[in-house]
């Protein structure tokens, strides 16, 4: 063997190579697990993760749902103690059980805890738990307690996504549920092709279970379709009033800037011409203030606070107007749905046009206010008012009314000669904690 050979041998030998080689070996491993892991805790995730208003509602429902079966429970056990005492002794373990899971479950919602996996998996097992024993003890085969197996079930469908998680707790909850019909109560009668029923009744939880599962897919499929349609608007309105800070409305502002230098020049000696550009330039205020619209609804399709929004939307329209514009908070903004806070930017936005185009104020007020019971908008000027028919003019105050009807709030409008105030008031607690 020649040196080379010799060399090369030690080094494969070496613990250390052998070490590392292994250590990959078990790092690939650990990756894999790990892998396979992530994939399995995904598909099993429920819904609570994306859509925890779906979930929320499904555990009330079903936590009434088990209140109610502990209540008829008690009232036959306390009915008729004669009736099962003490053949049925071990069947009082069922409410006591039931009372301790639902005063769990109660206790979390009235602490606003948030609605875990491990809670949910444990409602569905505690529900498979003691509908097995229901038919243990009643009877098995004979007994109609299977039929608790449906709704139960049937909720695990709805909480949980995946179509395979479903169909393996149906076959988990189907094989406990032969079980207990094989080595309680009599059996099974072969004679009399019980066998066939429990087939039957096997299927049904099958059909349910699946049959729930694929209407709630096919129902979230829709869900998230819409969902993406909608952010593909929202993306694309965005971009909109980019386009129109980035373009539009600097060519306006050039054009006013220009109109202003040109009145300068023309001084006294041509007043019709002076006359002619201030007239423009007042247009031009009027068009660059329009775009102001679009441009700051798109901050608040980005998700900004209504409160920034306005504040930034009153500083504006101070500088293109020239009219003072102030913008008074009170309370702490909660987190609002898009679609509040854009109708309130709305009205916020054609009450303060309003007062620019018509009201010929020399001051304007934003107030935006927010208590529990309700949030508040007023936008207030100390012009000269609207004039008696101002609801059949236009489309401002109707338009107005619209928006703060969408969002299930009521619009207010005062006015007289020494100003317009127009407050727009919506309940609340029906808009907290969206997005």
Known sequence: MNEETLTATKQDLHPSRHARAFGGVSDRRRQALSAAANAARTRLTPVALSEPEVVLYATR????????????????????PDFWYPELAEAIILPILQLFVNGL?????????????????LLSATDVAQIAFGVVVLGGFSTFAFIAFYPALGLFAVLFPSLWATFSWTTLAALIYVGACLWSGDGLNLDLGQEKVLVGRVAT????????????????????SALAREQQLRNERIELSQQIHDTTAQTASMINMGLHRAR???????????SALDGTA?????AMWEMRGPIDAGHIVEGRELGRVLWSHCATFERITGIPAVLAQSGTEPELPAAVRSQLFAIAHNALTNAFLHGDPSRVEVSFTITD???????????????????????GISGMIEDAGRIGGSLLVESSGGGTSITCVVPHRNHVGGA
């Open 282 to 286: 007042e247009l031009t205020r009027s």
């Open 105 to 121: 479950v109660q206790y979390r919602l009235r602490r606003k805890r948030p609605i875990s996996q491990r809670l949910l998996l």
């Open 61 to 80: 429902i079903s936590l009434w749902g088990r209140w109610s079966i502990w209540l008829v429970a008690v009232f036959l056990a306390a009915y008729r």
């Open 373 to 395: 019971e309700q949030i508040s908008l007023r936008v207030t000027d100390d012009g000269v008012g609207l004039p008696d028919d101002y609801a059949t003019r236009g489309r």
């Open 205 to 224: 939880m099958y059909v349910v279970a699946v049959g729930i599962g694929m209407i709630v897919r096919f129902e979230r499929l829709r869900w998230r």
């Open 264 to 274: 300068a020049l023309a001084a006294e000696s041509d007043h019709e011409l002076r």
